[in-house]
């Protein structure tokens, strides 16, 4: 019954990814725990966590990966802010510790791809947002 519940949250997440905004990805997770009792209590009880996870990650010097998003990816300055700011809001839930599998968006995972290739500056950012180092996991 888990697996199937998780299954259902990874399609309704995959059908959703491409219209996110950065404060849609609690209210998502919000109507996910409509659904289930646990995940509910989750959120509700580490919710101002999140916040403060998604304003460390906010508050880090990522010019560098952005300058690089341009150049591989084509993507503008303004596309770069906007996938930053769901990085953020993504690095929130991981602070979390919601596995709900929501770093669907193939931009937020081409950016955490380049985010990690730095390995000294990703490996600190990590310490100072979760207190550890945070496995990537490719989105598939």
Not at 1 to 27: A, V
Not at 67 to 81: L, P, T
Not at 125 to 140: I, K, M, T
Request: charged residues 30%; negative net charge; glycine residues 4%.
């Amino acid at each position: 019954m888990e697996k199937r519940l998780l299954l259902e949250e990874r399609l309704l997440l995959e059908q959703l990814r491409e219209t996110m905004r950065p404060s849609d990805y609690l209210h998502k997770i919000v109507s996910i725990a409509d659904r289930d009792a646990s995940v509910g209590a989750h959120l509700e009880a580490r919710r101002d966590d999140f916040f403060e996870f998604r304003r460390k990650s906010s508050s880090l010097d990522h010019e560098h990966v952005g300058k690089i998003c341009e150049r591989m990816y084509g993507w503008s300055s303004n596309k770069v802010k906007f996938v930053r700011s769901q990085y953020d809001a993504f690095w929130g839930i991981c602070g979390i510790g919601l596995q709900l599998q929501i770093y669907e968006s193939l931009d937020v995972d081409n950016y955490w791809h380049v985010h990690v290739l730095h390995t000294q500056q990703y490996r600190q950012n990590c310490d100072y947002v979760f207190g550890h180092f945070l496995e990537h996991v490719p989105c598939l």
